[in-house]
């Protein structure tokens, strides 16, 4: 059973860093595009930062540009998602996800959400003082 879980979340200070991670069980990560997502109270979930299959090309929406990294650890089959210089415009529940469209999912990594596949739980993720 492909299962997806994210963990990492928490309440942290404007300013400060957070790291999630989003843990596979039943694949390998490493063969699949992964993407970062958040939904906000009132709004649309969104993709934040994808990363592609095998060779690991990244992308990020512009508000999270330059603050937070996306990264992947294929001996732990986890991908990470660096946050830091958080606002308390971060605040959200964050979902990573998974999918795997051959070729496609090298070259690229999408944030257009009805790609993905397989979807994990969220994490909560408060910024506020």
């Known amino acids: 059973q492909l299962q997806l879980v994210e963990s990492g979340g928490g309440l942290v200070q404007p300013g400060g860093s957070l790291r999630l991670s989003c843990a596979a069980s039943?694949?390998?990560?490493?063969?699949?595009?992964i993407g970062w997502f958040r939904q906000a109270p009132g709004k649309e979930r969104e993709g934040i930062s994808c990363?592609?299959?095998?060779?690991?090309?990244?992308n990020y929406t512009d508000s999270v540009k330059g603050r937070f990294t996306i990264s992947r650890d294929n001996a732990k089959n986890t991908v990470y998602l660096q946050m830091n210089s958080l606002k308390p415009e971060d605040t959200a529940i964050y979902y990573c996800?998974?999918?795997?469209?051959?070729?496609?999912?090298?070259?690229?990594?999408?944030?257009?959400?009805?790609?993905?596949?397989?979807w994990g739980q969220g994490t909560q993720v408060t910024v506020s003082s």
């Open positions: 996800a998974a999918y795997n469209r051959g070729m496609i999912s090298i070259k690229m990594c999408e944030l257009s959400q009805p790609v993905y596949a397989y």
């Open positions: 039943g694949f390998t990560l490493n063969n699949y595009a």
């Open positions: 990363i592609s299959s095998s060779i690991g090309l990244t």
